[in-house]
Protein backbone atom coordinates (compact mmCIF):
# COMPACT_ATOMS: atom_id res chain seq x y z
CA UNK A 1 0.00 0.00 0.00
CA UNK A 2 2.91 2.45 1.03
CA UNK A 3 3.85 2.06 -2.58
CA UNK A 4 0.87 2.06 -4.37
CA UNK A 5 0.03 5.02 -6.98
CA UNK A 6 -2.78 6.30 -6.43
CA UNK A 7 -3.45 8.34 -3.15
CA UNK A 8 -5.12 6.67 -0.90
CA UNK A 9 -7.47 8.50 1.63
CA UNK A 10 -7.99 7.00 5.09
CA UNK A 11 -10.80 8.17 7.02
CA UNK A 12 -10.10 7.26 10.90
CA UNK A 13 -13.29 8.10 12.92
CA UNK A 14 -13.59 5.50 16.07
CA UNK A 15 -11.08 2.68 16.87
CA UNK A 16 -7.57 3.02 15.06
CA UNK A 17 -5.96 -0.02 16.77
CA UNK A 18 -3.91 -3.19 15.41
CA UNK A 19 -3.81 -4.31 12.00
CA UNK A 20 -6.46 -1.36 10.90
CA UNK A 21 -3.57 1.23 11.75
CA UNK A 22 -0.81 -1.28 10.37
CA UNK A 23 -2.77 -0.81 7.16
CA UNK A 24 -4.23 3.08 7.42
CA UNK A 25 -0.46 4.44 8.56
CA UNK A 26 0.58 3.81 5.03
CA UNK A 27 -2.19 5.70 2.82
CA UNK A 28 -0.68 9.05 1.77
CA UNK A 29 -3.92 10.58 3.21
CA UNK A 30 -4.68 9.81 6.76
CA UNK A 31 -8.20 11.87 8.39
CA UNK A 32 -8.39 11.56 12.41
CA UNK A 33 -11.28 13.06 14.07
CA UNK A 34 -12.15 13.80 17.97
CA UNK A 35 -13.59 10.45 17.85
CA UNK A 36 -10.41 8.66 16.90
CA UNK A 37 -8.35 6.51 19.29
CA UNK A 38 -5.65 4.86 18.00
CA UNK A 39 -3.50 2.48 20.25
CA UNK A 40 -1.74 -0.98 19.60
CA UNK A 41 -3.19 -3.13 21.82
CA UNK A 42 -1.70 -5.87 21.55
CA UNK A 43 1.17 -5.07 23.93
CA UNK A 44 -0.33 -5.60 26.65
CA UNK A 45 -0.18 -9.24 25.98
CA UNK A 46 3.38 -8.95 25.26
CA UNK A 47 3.36 -9.23 21.61
CA UNK A 48 5.85 -7.28 19.33
CA UNK A 49 3.29 -4.86 17.56
CA UNK A 50 2.51 -4.58 13.80
CA UNK A 51 3.33 -0.88 14.47
CA UNK A 52 7.19 -1.18 15.39
CA UNK A 53 8.03 -0.36 11.99
CA UNK A 54 6.54 3.06 12.09
CA UNK A 55 6.44 3.80 15.25
CA UNK A 56 10.34 3.68 15.77
CA UNK A 57 10.22 6.44 13.17
CA UNK A 58 8.33 8.93 15.16
CA UNK A 59 10.55 11.67 16.48
CA UNK A 60 12.09 11.71 19.87
CA UNK A 61 10.72 8.73 22.09
CA UNK A 62 7.14 8.94 21.47
CA UNK A 63 7.47 5.92 18.89
CA UNK A 64 9.13 3.70 22.05
CA UNK A 65 7.03 4.85 24.85
CA UNK A 66 3.83 3.90 22.77
CA UNK A 67 4.81 0.18 21.35
CA UNK A 68 6.42 -0.40 24.95
CA UNK A 69 3.09 0.86 26.74
CA UNK A 70 0.07 0.37 24.49
CA UNK A 71 -0.68 4.15 25.14
CA UNK A 72 -4.10 5.49 23.38
CA UNK A 73 -4.02 8.62 21.51
CA UNK A 74 -6.23 10.72 20.39
CA UNK A 75 -6.84 12.67 16.92
CA UNK A 76 -5.05 15.40 17.69
CA UNK A 77 -1.65 13.34 19.49
CA UNK A 78 -2.26 11.48 16.28
CA UNK A 79 -1.62 14.87 13.72
CA UNK A 80 0.79 16.16 16.35
CA UNK A 81 2.97 13.15 15.99
CA UNK A 82 2.28 12.63 12.23
CA UNK A 83 0.37 9.66 12.09
CA UNK A 84 -2.58 11.55 10.75
CA UNK A 85 -1.69 13.87 8.02
CA UNK A 86 -5.14 15.55 9.01
CA UNK A 87 -7.96 16.18 11.45
CA UNK A 88 -11.19 17.03 10.51
CA UNK A 89 -14.04 17.55 12.58
CA UNK A 90 -16.57 14.52 13.00
CA UNK A 91 -19.50 16.42 11.79
CA UNK A 92 -17.80 17.54 8.45
CA UNK A 93 -17.16 14.17 7.45
CA UNK A 94 -20.43 13.59 5.39
CA UNK A 95 -19.28 16.82 3.68
CA UNK A 96 -15.57 16.31 2.68
CA UNK A 97 -16.78 12.67 1.53
CA UNK A 98 -19.38 14.27 -0.70
CA UNK A 99 -16.63 17.02 -2.41
CA UNK A 100 -13.88 13.63 -2.31
CA UNK A 101 -16.57 11.56 -4.55
CA UNK A 102 -17.42 14.34 -6.78
CA UNK A 103 -13.77 14.75 -8.09
CA UNK A 104 -12.49 12.21 -10.66
CA UNK A 105 -8.19 12.72 -10.31
CA UNK A 106 -5.47 10.39 -8.77
CA UNK A 107 -3.91 14.15 -8.29
CA UNK A 108 -2.90 14.31 -4.84
CA UNK A 109 -2.64 17.66 -4.86
CA UNK A 110 -6.14 18.68 -5.63
CA UNK A 111 -7.19 15.42 -3.11
CA UNK A 112 -4.90 17.54 -0.88
CA UNK A 113 -6.88 21.22 -1.68
CA UNK A 114 -10.25 19.50 -0.67
CA UNK A 115 -9.19 17.86 2.83
CA UNK A 116 -7.88 20.74 3.91
CA UNK A 117 -10.58 22.44 2.70
CA UNK A 118 -12.67 20.29 6.12
CA UNK A 119 -9.33 20.30 8.03
CA UNK A 120 -8.57 22.18 11.31
CA UNK A 121 -5.70 22.62 13.92
CA UNK A 122 -7.36 20.50 17.00
CA UNK A 123 -5.68 21.25 20.39
CA UNK A 124 -3.04 18.88 22.31
CA UNK A 125 -4.50 18.15 25.99
CA UNK A 126 -2.20 19.40 28.72
CA UNK A 127 -1.30 15.78 29.85
CA UNK A 128 -1.08 14.48 26.44
CA UNK A 129 1.91 12.27 26.26
CA UNK A 130 3.04 13.60 23.20
CA UNK A 131 4.36 16.38 25.50
CA UNK A 132 6.57 14.17 27.15
Known amino acids: ?5 KPQVFILNGMVMGGGL ?7 FRVATEKTVCAMPETALGIVPGASH ?3 RIP ?4 EYAGLTGARLDGAEML ?12 KLPFLKQELAKVNTSDADVISVIISLFSTIPNLKAESPCHK
Open 22 to 28: VVSVHGR
Open 80 to 91: DVGLATHFVPSE
Open 60 to 63: GFFG
Open 54 to 56: FYS
Open 1 to 5: MATYS
